[in-house]
C-alpha cells in the first residue's frame, strides 16, 4: 500500500472547504545585482500575513536537484507519485482545449517556434505570437495528410498547440525534439520501442510537409514538438479524496490536468482578479479549489524579474478576498521554481504555507524563500501537501487502533 491508497482508506467527507493558490513558476534566486529573490523584492503583506498566522516550510516537486516540468510538478502538488503517474505534456494540452481523446491516442505539444537559414532555433517560443497566428498556423498544418493516420492540429494559446495520432499499435516513447535552448537545432526523434518507431516515422513525415507550410510564417516557421503521451485514465479526486473539486485557471494545459484528475473546469476571464471572481462566485458548490496563477511563470522564463515581482504583487492583493470566504485551509505555494535569472525552471525547492485553524503557528513572520527555511513544516515532498491540508480540514480518521 502506498499513501495515495492510505489516505483513500483514511479520508472522510465534510462540508470543509480547501483552496490551492498555485503561483506557476513562484520560487527564484538572488536577481543579479539586487541580492533577493522576486518574491523577497515584491510588497506582500498579505502574504506575510497568512504566513504569521500559519505554518510555512518549503517543498521539493519531485526531489532535491530534479529539475521538474509544470506536469509532474502539479500531480506531485495534488499527492501523485510524479515518477509513477507521469504523463505527457500532450495529452494535457489536448485535455485542456477538451480535445475528445480517445484511448491508445498519442497527443503531443507543439511549440511554434523560429528558426535561421541553417535551421538553429534563434526563439523557441517564437516571439510568442498571438492566438489569431496560432489558429490559423493550426487549420494549415491540419490539413497535412499522413498515411494509415488520422492527424488533428488544434491551436491552444499563443505559440502552443496540440496534435494528436490516432491509429493502431501507436507508441509513445519518444524524446522531445526541443532541445530548451536558442542557438541549437531541434532534436531527432528517437524511439524507445517497435510502437515508438511507427509514430516516429509518422512525425517525420509530418514535420517534413510542415517544414514547407511554415517557411512563410515568420516568426512562426517552424515548430519543436514535445510530451509525447498516450492517453490513459487516472484516479479522480473524488474517488480518492471524496472531494468536490473545481479548477480555475486560464492556460488550456492546466485545464487540461485538472480535467483529468476529475475537477470541473470553471470560467473564468483573463485577467488575475478573475480568477478570484469566479472563486467568490462558486466557493458553496464544491469543497476543493485550485487557483493557477501562470504568469509568474511565464515572466520568470522571459527573464523579467520585474514583472514577475509585479504579478506577485497583484496577487497578493487578491489575497483578502480569499480570506474573507473563510475557506477551512488555504495553501500557497507554486508548482516549481522558475528564476528569471535561469529563465526556465529549476530544482529550488518552493516556500509553501498552509493556513487553517488547526495549524500549530511558527515564528515565520514572511512568505519568501529564505524566510520559510525556519518553518514548521521543515523541508517536505510537494506529495506531503494534500494529506496536511487535508488533515488541517479534519477529513483523515486516524491510522491504527
Known amino acids: 500500500m502506498d499513501y495515495l491508497d492510505l489516505v483513500k482508506e483514511l479520508v472522510r467527507e465534510s462540508s ?30 498579505h502574504l506575510d500575513q497568512l504566513a504569521a498566522e500559519g505554518v510555512t516550510g518549503l517543498i521539493d516537486p519531485i526531489a532535491p536537484g530534479f529539475t521538474p516540468g509544470s506536469g509532474p510538478a502539479h500531480l506531485a502538488l495534488f499527492g501523485y507519485d510524479p515518477v509513477k503517474y507521469n504523463i505527457g505534456r500532450g495529452v494535457l494540452e489536448a485535455l485542456g482545449i477538451d480535445f475528445p481523446l480517445e484511448p491508445g491516442d498519442v497527443a503531443i505539444r507543439i511549440n511554434f517556434c523560429t528558426v535561421d537559414e541553417k535551421g538553429v532555433i534563434t526563439d523557441r517560443r517564437a516571439g510568442r505570437i498571438s492566438t489569431e497566428k496560432c489558429k490559423t498556423l493550426a487549420a494549415e498544418l491540419d490539413r497535412i495528410e499522413l498515411p494509415g493516420v488520422k492527424l488533428f492540429v488544434r491551436p491552444v494559446k499563443e505559440h502552443r498547440a ?9 507508441g509513445s516513447a519518444l524524446n522531445d525534439t526541443d532541445p530548451q535552448l536558442e542557438g541549437k537545432k531541434p532534436h531527432e526523434l528517437k524511439p524507445g520501442d517497435k510502437a515508438s518507431k511507427k509514430t516516429a516515422d ?10 514547407s507550410v511554415m517557411a512563410q510564417h515568420h516568426p512562426a516557421n517552424f515548430l519543436l514538438l514535445r510530451g509525447f503521451a498516450a492517453f490513459q485514465r487516472y484516479p479522480s479526486f473524488a ?29 473564468a476571464g483573463d485577467k488575475l482578479p478573475d480568477l478570484v471572481e469566479a472563486l467568490e462566485a462558486n466557493f458553496k458548490n464544491y469543497t476543493f479549489f485550485y487557483v493557477h496563477v501562470k504568469k509568474t511563470d ?34 500557497v505555494t507554486g508548482d516549481h521554481s522558475t528564476p528569471a535569472a535561469l529563465k526556465g525552471h529549476s530544482w529550488h525547492p518552493l516556500p509553501v504555507l498552509i493556513w487553517s485553524s488547526t495549524v500549530r503557528p511558527d515564528e515565520v513572520t514572511q512568505f519568501t524563500e529564505r524566510a520559510c527555511v525556519a518553518g514548521g513544516l521543515g523541508r517536505l515532498p510537494s506529495t506531503s501537501l494534500m494529506p496536511l491540508a487535508l488533515a488541517h480540514a479534519l477529513k483523515l480518521e486516524k491510522f491504527g487502533a
Open 16 to 45: 470543509s472547504r480547501l483552496v490551492f493558490l498555485v503561483m506557476d513558476g513562484l520560487a527564484g534566486i538572488p536577481v543579479t545585482g539586487r541580492g533577493k529573490t522576486e518574491l523577497e523584492l515584491a510588497h506582500r503583506p
Open 162 to 170: 496540440a496534435m494528436v495520432l490516432r491509429a493502431p499499435g501507436l
Open 202 to 211: 509518422l512525425t517525420n513525415r509530418f514535420l517534413g510537409q510542415a517544414r
Open 239 to 267: 474517488e480518492l479524496y471524496k472531494l468536490k473539486a473545481a479548477a480555475i485557471a486560464q492556460y488550456p494545459m492546466y485545464k487540461g490536468l485538472a480535467r483529468m484528475l476529475g475537477m470541473e473546469i470553471l470560467p
Open 298 to 331: 511565464s515572466s520568470g522564463e522571459d527573464g523579467d524579474w520585474a514583472r514577475k515581482m509585479e504579478v506577485i504583487e497583484q496577487v497578493d492583493a487578491l489575497v483578502p478576498r480569499i480570506a474573507a470566504l473563510k475557506p477551512e485551509v488555504i495553501v
